[in-house]
């Protein structure tokens, strides 16, 4: 492994963007859980380790703080993790106060802070630290106020505020950490990152042949693309056609990976195993855990036709949760997460540089439930060819305006209207993707949702109703995908 920073999770949309920040100006990072240990950060040998979260006044729960000191390696604690950086020292907190735009004043000769200028600044909220002259010096003030400090004798900072991740100085700050006091060097990229995944996939294979099973989504699309980069002819391609994609998108993946790029993928039509395994099944999470297990038994079937595999390609994210009981975690091969580490942003561009076709790149979230969950009721076929109607005339209009690239998502939901007449009922959802991680509904033209709900009536003549959802995505479960 070459030289990299840990980035310690303790706040999930600020670790994010620290990572994206990072890796954007070449530094590879890695997140950790908020509960590794200093023997683990020892163990994984960083140049290096970033804790961040929100500013709020409060010292941040890190019981392992001094641990982290006393490891001996570089550190730099942002917002609230300075706050308890500087109580494990021995030193106190001033009294929390309101900010606003203060004179902002640094001391350019600390090698954090080097290249920087003093400036006007606002801060929301300020709050002071206070240490004796053996725990740290000041390296930034504000208006008098110590909200930054360098530790003495050691390469610890804790600066109490969170970088603007649009101010200039942020990336100096970062870059001044990273190279200037950690030693990394800009080695980072597209290239280098699936040159590593390919000798990884490379190592791990062996003499043998490596097995990866297409979702339709792009982390699968992007793992297999590694995965022949590395092995050529000898991956082996699994799409199990469960019945749930949205329209054209079953042939859509075999003409992309096996037309366009010469894959060897074969198509398991499971349509009407997954039809039964549903009947009579409305309860969302019921159907996920029946689509998760059936998927797992079929895959272990079809694996056994494949002798010389001796290697499983997944397509876990880093944003997914780990499964143990996957699918593809039970088959007792080795297994290998090539994009494991990356963002689903990240991930895309890797797909594009690899050559990934548009249609496959480009697609918006999915669940992996498919169609299933967006019918809020028994799954039949006829219901998933109505939803398919449905949502393919809501995305052609979407697409046709031109305004795909504002959206997260955009698409059709089902469920069966609760008045006397007892009809279908098309929801659609179209959903602004906001800071955070929070999703805003689009304000759609109204002339796109006449256009669309009287296609949908037309082509759909067992709809009754359509619906245009406007709930935030916050407090939205029953249609949201992971």
């Known amino acids: 492994m070459q030289d990299y920073v840990i980035l310690v999770n303790l706040d999930k949309k600020i670790c994010h963007a620290l990572a994206r920040r990072l890796r954007a100006d070449g530094t590879y990072c890695r997140i950790t859980p908020r509960t590794v240990t200093a023997d683990e950060l020892l163990q994984a040998a960083p140049r290096g380790v970033l804790l961040c979260c929100p500013f709020t006044g409060k010292a941040a729960d890190i019981p392992q703080m001094l641990d982290y000191v006393q490891s001996g390696l570089p550190m730099l604690c942002l917002g609230d993790s300075a706050l308890t950086l500087c109580q494990t020292l021995g030193g106190e907190l001033a009294p929390l106060q309101d900010g606003g735009i203060m004179s902002f004043d640094i001391d350019a000769e600390d090698a954090l802070l080097s290249g920087m200028d003093s400036s006007e600044s606002y801060l929301p909220t300020l709050r002071g630290m206070v240490f004796t002259e053996d725990q740290g010096k000041a390296c930034v003030t504000a208006d008098g106020v110590a909200i930054g400090f360098h530790m003495r004798q050691r390469d610890v900072w804790g600066l109490a505020y969170t970088l603007d991740r649009n101010d200039p100085a942020t990336s100096q700050l970062l870059g001044n950490f990273c190279r200037n ?139 997914d949760t780990p499964d143990p009981n996957s699918a593809t975690a039970t088959i007792g091969l080795p297994v290998v997460e090539p994009v494991k580490e990356l963002f689903k942003d990240e991930i895309r561009h890797v797909g594009e540089s690899l050559g990934m076709p548009a249609v496959m790149s480009t697609r918006q979230p999915f669940p992996g439930s498919g169609l299933s969950t967006r019918i809020m009721a028994t799954v039949t076929a ?20 031109g305004l795909q690239k504002r959206l997260w998502q955009y698409y059709a939901a089902m469920a069966i209207s609760p008045l006397a007449d007892g009809g279908l009922m098309v929801i659609l959802r179209a ?40 709930t935030p995505s916050r407090s939205y479960n029953m249609l949201s995908d992971t």
């Open 431 to 470: 959903v602004q993707a906001t800071e955070g991680g929070a999703g805003l509904p689009a304000r759609l033209p109204s002339d796109l949702l006449e256009r669309v709900t009287t296609d949908i009536i037309r082509e759909c003549p067992d709809v009754q109703r359509v619906f245009y959802d406007c």
């Open 382 to 401: 006829e219901r998933l060819d109505i939803l398919r109607t449905a949502d393919a005339i809501f995305r052609r209009e979407i697409e046709a305006a």
């Open 181 to 319: 006091v950690c030693g990394c060097t800009p080695w980072w990229s597209e290239r280098a990152f699936i040159e590593r995944a390919q000798a990884q996939i490379v190592e791990a294979a062996g003499d043998g042949e490596a097995l990866c099973a297409l979702s339709g989504g792009v982390d699968s699309g992007v793992t297999a693309l590694l995965g022949q980069l590395a092995l050529g002819q000898k991956l082996r391609c699994l799409f199990i056609d469960t019945g749930f994609l949205r329209e054209g998108e079953a042939d859509e993946v075999m003409d992309a990976y096996q037309t366009q790029l010469g894959m060897v993928v074969r198509r398991v039509d499971a349509r009407a195993e997954f039809l039964l395994a549903l009947n009579g099944i409305t309860d969302p999470g019921e159907k996920e855990r029946t689509i998760r297990n059936l998927l797992r038994e079929i895959l272990r079937r079809e694996a056994a036709s494949f002798p010389n595999v001796k290697l499983i390609l997944r397509g876990t994210n880093f944003a």
